[in-house]
Every structure is written in C-alpha cells, then in structure tokens.
C-alpha cells in the first residue's frame, strides 16, 4: 500500500492510502453531505480548499459527467475513509492528490474544535511526512488569495441564449446549476468574468445582474461589489452564497470568516415571514456580519447566521445558502421564480416609460 500524508497546522501529521498521487495544500474543510460526491468536487467555491468527506463510503454510484457542476475537479486534494477505484482513477486523471483509510471523524473533531486550518499533502510513491509539511509551510490562508476569481472564471462573456429575460451573472466561480436554473424557467444568460466593468454590464443590457457563488473571500471580489453599487436601484440584482456576501458588503454591510463554516446538504434554514423551516444545501466559510441596507429574510437554525436578504425598495434578493442544491434538496428551487419575477420588474417598467 502506498503511503499518504497529511499535515496539519499545529504539528498534526495524519497517514492514509494514497488513492491519487501529488502533493497539494489548501485550507482544511468537511462536509457532511452524504450522496452528491460528483458535485461537490467539481463546484468552484472549494478551489483552494482540501475536501474531507464526513460519510465514509464516497463512489458507490460511479462517476458521470452530467452531474458536473463545472469542467474541472475544483478542491486542491480529497480526503475519504473509503474511495472507489472508480473515484480514485477520476482525480488521478485530475491530477488532485487524494487520500483514504483515514479516521475522518478525527479531521471533522480536530476542525470544530480548532475552526478552520491549513494543511498540506502528499500522497504516493514519493510521499513523505516531511512532503507533507512543506506543503504545508507554503499554504496560504483563505484571504491571502487575493484574486481567486482569476483561477474559476470565464475570461470572456459566454452568451446562453433562452427565453425572453436577460440576466447578467457574474461569474466568481459560477456552479453550472445556476445557470441551467435561470434557464429552464424562461431566461437568457450571458456569464460574465468576476472582474467585469459596468460597461460591460450595460453591454448586455440585462433585466437582473446575478452575482455567483465563488471561492474565497468575498472581501477580494472588489470589481463584483463595484458592479452592485453602481446598478442597485437601477437594476434589480440576485445573489447566492459568495454572490449574497458580496452584495452585502457592497450595500454597506460586513463579512466574517467563521470558526469552521456550513457545508452539507441538511442545514435547516427559517424563513422569518413563513416561520417554515427548509433544508438547504451549503458551502460557505465566510458569512455576513452586518447585512447593511438590506433585511434579514432567513436565518441557520443552528447559529442564527443570516440565509436570507431582501430589500423591496433596492430590488434586492440574495441567499447564502445553494438553492440550485446539486447536490442535496430542492426545497428552495422557488428561489429561482422570484428571480425571474424580479427581472420582470424591468420589463414592465420599461414598458411604463
Ligand atoms: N459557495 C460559496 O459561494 C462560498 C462563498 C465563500 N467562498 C465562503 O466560503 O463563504
């Protein structure tokens, strides 16, 4: 059996079998979804990132590329108790280390007490320990990576030509379920890259500007809160998880990192109009602190974190949580509905002047 390493801020170094080779680091995260393995690793919001499953069986049902949420495998390396062949083959042709037979209850106890860390891997014939700790020494923290958008994003405008409402989405690492969402109840999407000016918004002329998940910190996507302060009020706009913060902070609220994030596909979500309470799919490290000009909609049942932000006034709806799911639940595909409601404000004010 090939050895694997795995080394961890404050000394910590975890052996496995390597199930891919290469070395690799990146900030320390788990989730506990246990069925969407596929989507999980192609999603942009885990770039940088090294993504430990908490349920322990990861490829029981193959690997197909329809389910991808983007072209690429996205975390920096996988860890696992147990990989399939299938799993394992799919990131050695990726090029993304991966480790299994690794107690991963220990990695998941190890991050909720200490919160978020850096780590470093290496994993095959050449792996050692000491491979693993360089890694680790040359690992940056999350907000040192200051243009993470450059690495997940389109470069030039990909235009998806649908139904009859524009929507320019912002890409800062867009899952492709976003976009087949917009699609599928009626809408064109042009994806435009994170860093995109607002001529190139008016370029397309949109009903509703949309502001992507993403990796990262959102306080880096400054081109993207740019955009929202120079269309709010103008332009309805739409956001999910990275998307939700950085409008937030564009309209005059803040951001935090938190002590070890949300990722799964079971977090209970209240909205405060309905009182009813959906499970949601998450994947987010950041949170919003102070929500500005904006109403808080939807709180985490477990930690009162906002979920939800609104403001009729501005035109404004945003969700930190993934209601496009892929993986997990599709209580909040209705999310998607009053987006398009909201880009038909454009039209019939248009119609109005
Ligand atoms: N899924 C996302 O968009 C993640 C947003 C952000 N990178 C965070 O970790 O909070």
């Given at each position: 059996m090939e050895e694997a390493y795995v080394a961890i801020e404050g000394g910590i170094v975890l052996t496995g079998r390597s199930r891919a080779p290469g070395t690799a680091r990146g900030e320390l995260v788990f989730t506990t979804a246990y069925t969407g393995y596929e989507e999980s690793l192609t999603d942009p919001s885990y770039a940088q990132q090294v993504l430990t499953f908490s349920y322990p069986l990861i490829g029981n049902y193959g690997v197909r590329d329809e389910r991808f949420e983007s072209e690429n495998v996205q975390p920096s390396a996988v860890l696992a108790r147990e990989l399939t062949d299938d799993v394992a083959e799919w990131l050695t042709e990726a090029g993304v280390p991966a480790l299994d037979r690794l107690d991963t209850r220990d990695v998941v106890t190890e991050l909720r007490e200490e919160g978020a860390m850096k780590c470093g891997i290496a994993a095959g014939p050449d792996a050692s320990p000491e491979a693993a700790r360089e890694q680790l020494e040359q690992c940056k923290g999350m907000?040192?990576?200051?243009?993470?958008?450059a690495d997940v994003s389109v470069t030039e405008p990909v235009r998806h030509e649908g139904g009859e409402y524009e929507i320019a989405l912002i890409d800062c690492g867009a899952k492709g379920s976003i976009v087949s969402s917009l699609l599928d109840r009626g809408a064109s999407v042009t994806v435009l890259p994170y860093d995109a000016t607002p001529d190139d918004v008016r370029e397309v002329d949109p009903d509703l500007l949309f502001l992507s998940n993403g990796p990262g910190d959102p306080a880096n996507f400054e081109a993207a809160q740019e955009l929202v302060d120079t269309f709010v009020g103008d332009l309805p706009i739409a956001g999910i998880c990275l998307g939700q913060q950085v409008v937030a902070r564009a309209l005059g609220g803040s951001t935090a990192k938190m002590a070890f994030g949300h990722r799964g596909v079971n977090q209970p979500v209240r909205d405060l109009d309905s009182d009813r309470v959906v499970m949601t799919t998450q994947n987010h490290g950041y949170a919003v602190t102070e929500p500005g000009e904006l109403d808080v909609t939807q709180i985490n049942v477990n930690d009162d974190t906002p979920e939800g932000l609104e403001s009729d006034e501005l035109g404004v709806l945003t969700r930190q949580y993934h209601p496009e799911a892929n993986p997990g639940p599709h209580d909040s595909l209705d999310f998607f509905d009053e987006v398009l409601e909201l880009a038909g404000t454009t039209r019939v004010a248009a119609t109005a002047d």
């Open positions: 907000s040192e990576h200051v243009d993470i958008g």
